[in-house]
């Protein structure tokens, strides 16, 4: 288990970490997310003793890292695949790793069978690709079969097949009791991956809690109405409270209602539905949604500069007979959506 404790960390004026208090558990793989300059490579540093704390604390087990006997044995970490001497050959660099660590050397051909480095095991790291760098990362942080994984970006650089295969390794890691910790900036992976999140933006926790209850939290949902009936079953809807918003396609948006309900309303009044869609946030939408105030780096929009394929966002007004035209702050969430 990773523990912190109102980890600090200043450098200079900048404050990097912000009394972050979070848990990474065993048995569960736990996804690192935040923005740029969030403060996620810092507090990676500083669990692994690379970075010391301005104040607070981290543990693993109870116990710093740089207290623990073994580390090797505890603690498999890949922050940076590159940094590995080029004038190695990938079986000398992990034979290194084995002896200083009191390691058998069958450690060293079972994690470059693992990983899938055996065909090329006898090459210098210097000359390879960047996923092949990153298998080579991968399998120095499985060395010591620790109960306990950090990593930073795993997939970077990986085929397809590869980031399968690292996508079902951390599963089966977690599954095995193991305590498995990794930041990415793949959402889309991630959702794939991880049971709980820890969020970090400007320093700062954000939120520490299962996958589906951050998704729950940070989203909107809503029901994609289409009909050819619409100008009859819009006033309908409206009449049931809901909240409608017209969209350019002609269908409407319907929050605070069920497809069910919807379907109901239209049967009843003998209306024919084309679509009746439940749209749900994913995760990547979650997170933006979140940590709109915590981003360090804007790009600016595509209409600033001119370029083709700007959209514009409807002025939600609403349409006849409908109800109200749609909240300002309704207009400005769906601007940041399709600007993000």
Known sequence: MIQATALTKRYGPRLAVDQADFTVAPGKVTGFLGPNGAGKSTTMR???GLDRPSSGSVTINGVPYHRLAAPLREVGALLDA??????RTAYNHLLVLAKANGLPRGRVDAVID????????????GGF????GQRLGIAA?????PGI????EPVNGLDPEGI???RNLM????????TVFVSSHLMSEMALTADHLVVIGLGKILADEPMADFIAKNSVSYVRVRSPQMADLGPKLASRGWRIEPQPDASVHVFDAQPAQIGDVAGTAGLWLHELTLVQSSLEEAFMRLTAGSVEYHAGQTGDAGLAGGQRVPDGTAMPGWGTPVPQEIQNSQVKERTQ
């Not at 590159?82 to 004038?87: C, D, L, S, T």
């Not at 942080?141 to 079969?145: E, I, P, R």
């Not at 994984?149 to 930073?152: Q, S, V």
């Open 129 to 132: 690709s960047l996923g092949m």
């Open 164 to 166: 399968l295969w690292i």
């Open 46 to 48: 500083m669990i692994l």
């Open 114 to 125: 693992l990983v899938g480095l055996h065909s090329v095991a006898k090459k210098r790291s």
């Open 141 to 145: 942080a499985l060395l010591g079969d």
């Open 82 to 87: 590159k940094a590995v001497h080029g004038g």
């Open 171 to 178: 599963k089966a890691l977690a599954a095995e009791g193991r």
């Open 149 to 152: 994984l950090m990593f930073d």
